[in-house]
């Protein structure tokens, strides 16, 4: 009895798998996508920052200069920033912005310059001066491998360009006394309202400065310099005379006065684009007051006023 009831079970439990697969052979068929999780890729997209459009500033004054029959326009906004400066056929434009001077630009080149907490920190464009600035506490401590190191009073003491040996400044009372570049020892002197009135290296090359009326520079002479000339200044005239290039000014005696201490600095104490050469530097600062920062960054008027 047992066994038939075994049996029995067995048959029964074969019949439902037979009956269950004829059902799913014979039921209909699922259809579907298969959604799987996937992984979403993002790609970085480099952001190319908007090309800095600088406003042109209207010249509001001009100063004429004439050199012979070569003429020049110097143009200055409201403000007495130079703006424009027309040689001949070619105008060169100067640009500013929060007062500082951003790009100089004419029809084939520019440059332009940028600033860190108010202070130049690299230039970019058509120029040889040094692109990459490095300003301490409103001193300039580098201009790619020009380097420079101060003492007391902030007053420049070590200057040095790349691996060259460094040149040296030593003060008497204030007042520089000379600087010492190797066996190379420059001399200067000064005149009893400490005014610098000459310099000599070594006993050879030497410069002399005069002054005129309110303290204003009459004359240079010397190797350094080259032939002598003076400076006359009247009303809304300033005049360097010379035997060889004497030059005219006109203008607004403020502004006539600012384009002649420009083409001075540049294109005759400097002597050509020198990044930094050190007896220009000590005219420039004792006469001019300007720092070493103020020396490096007039350097971008002087590579195109020369």
Same mark, same amino acid.
């Given at each position: 009895?047992?066994?038939?009831?075994?049996?029995?079970?067995?048959?029964?439990?074969?019949?439902?798998?037979?009956?269950?697969?004829?059902?799913?052979?014979?039921?209909?068929?699922?259809?579907?996508?298969?959604?799987?999780?996937?992984?979403?890729?993002?790609?970085?997209?480099?952001?190319?920052?908007?090309?800095?459009?600088?406003?042109?500033?209207?010249?509001?004054?001009?100063?004429?200069?004439?050199?012979?029959?070569?003429?020049?326009?110097?143009?200055?906004?409201?403000?007495?920033?130079?703006?424009?400066?027309?040689?001949?056929?070619?105008?060169?434009?100067?640009?500013?912005?929060?007062?500082?001077?951003?790009?100089?630009?004419?029809?084939?080149?520019?440059?332009?310059?940028?600033?860190?907490?108010?202070?130049?920190?690299?230039?970019?464009?058509?120029?040889?001066?040094?692109?990459?600035?490095?300003? $301490?506490?409103?001193?300039?401590?580098? !201009?790619?491998?020009?380097?420079?190191? @101060? %003492? *007391?009073?902030? #007053? +420049?003491?070590?200057?040095?360009?790349?691996?060259?040996?460094?040149?040296?400044?030593?003060?008497?009372?204030?007042?520089?006394?000379?600087?010492?570049?190797?066996?190379?020892?420059?001399?200067?002197?000064?005149?009893?309202?400490?005014?610098? $009135?000459?310099?000599?290296?070594?006993? !050879?090359?030497?410069?002399?400065?005069? @002054? %005129? *009326?309110?303290? #204003? +520079?009459?004359?240079?002479?010397?190797?350094?310099?080259?032939?002598?000339?003076?400076?006359?200044?009247?009303?809304?005239?300033?005049?360097?005379?010379?035997?060889?290039?004497?030059?005219?000014?006109?203008?607004?005696?403020?502004?006539?006065? $600012?384009?002649?201490?420009?083409?001075?600095?540049?294109?005759?104490?400097?002597?050509?684009?020198?990044?930094?050469?050190?007896?220009?530097?000590?005219?420039?600062?004792?006469?001019?007051?300007?720092?070493?920062?103020?020396?490096?960054?007039?350097?971008?008027?002087?590579?195109?006023?020369?």
């Amino acid at each position: 009895m047992k066994k038939e009831i075994l049996h029995r079970l067995g048959f029964v439990f074969v019949l439902l798998i037979v009956l269950l697969l004829v059902l799913s052979a014979c039921g209909p068929k699922i259809s579907g996508e298969l959604k799987t999780r996937q992984k979403t890729i993002v790609k970085e997209v480099e952001v190319i920052p908007e090309k800095e459009i600088f406003l042109e500033h209207n010249a509001t004054d001009f100063v004429k200069q004439v050199m012979g029959e070569v003429k020049y326009e110097w143009g200055f906004d409201e403000k007495g920033n130079l703006v424009s400066l027309q040689k001949d056929n070619e105008i060169i434009k100067f640009y500013y912005k929060d007062n500082v001077l951003r790009k100089i630009s004419n029809d084939e080149k520019s440059v332009e310059l940028e600033y860190f907490d108010s202070w130049l920190s690299s230039a970019s464009g058509d120029t040889k001066l040094p692109l990459h600035y490095v300003v $301490k506490d409103g001193l300039l401590m580098s !201009a790619d491998d020009y380097s420079f190191t @101060y %003492g *007391r009073d902030n #007053k +420049l003491w070590i200057y040095r360009e790349g691996l060259g040996a460094s040149l040296t400044f030593y003060y008497d009372e204030g007042l520089l006394d000379f600087f010492k570049k190797g066996n190379i020892v420059t001399h200067f002197y000064f005149d009893d309202e400490n005014k610098l $009135k000459h310099i000599e290296e070594q006993n !050879a090359r030497h410069l002399i400065m005069g @002054y %005129g *009326r309110e303290d #204003k +520079l009459a004359s240079f002479s010397g190797e350094f310099y080259g032939l002598g000339e003076t400076f006359d200044y009247g009303k809304q005239r300033i005049s360097i005379i010379s035997n060889v290039n004497p030059v005219i000014f006109t203008g607004k005696d403020e502004l006539a006065e $600012k384009a002649f201490h420009l083409y001075l600095n540049c294109a005759r104490i400097r002597k050509g684009i020198t990044v930094f050469e050190p007896i220009a530097y000590v005219v420039i600062n004792d006469y001019f007051n300007k720092s070493v920062y103020g020396y490096m960054l007039e350097n971008f008027y002087c590579e195109w006023i020369q």
